[in-house]
């Protein structure tokens, strides 16, 4: 099993940044992709970003040239720099992560974006 841990959420102005962290615990052999999903107000749950264990890596439309994923298997910890955010950045964002072939999901980390 796989315990995820976000954090990192809060306000923040447009323009401005963040960065979300995940990290990883239990009893696992070795995680493959990890990433992250975000939930807006009113609206259907997407993908924003995902990084292999290779450091492969993919990203959401709306999210390219701002956001950057990372990850750090030595800590099993997975991270998203969040630059020239936008309001409608605001949502829940949730980390996910798969490990032999099951996906597991952490409980999610708020961030509003907002003057």
């Known amino acids: 099993q796989v315990q995820l841990q976000a954090s990192g959420g809060g306000l923040v102005q447009p323009g401005g940044s963040l960065r979300l962290s995940c990290v990883a615990s239990?009893?696992?052999?070795?995680?493959?992709?990890m990433g992250w999903y975000r939930r807006a107000p009113g609206k259907q749950r997407e993908m924003v970003s995902f990084i292999g264990r290779d450091g492969s890596t993919d990203y959401a439309d709306s999210v390219k040239g701002r956001f950057t994923i990372s990850r750090d298997n030595a800590k099993n910890t997975v991270y998203l720099q969040m630059n020239r955010v936008k309001p409608e950045d605001t949502a829940v964002y949730y980390c996910t992560a798969d490990e032999n072939l099951t996906d597991f999901w952490g409980q999610g980390t708020l961030v509003t974006v907002s003057s």
């Open positions: 239990g009893r696992f052999i070795s995680i493959n992709n």
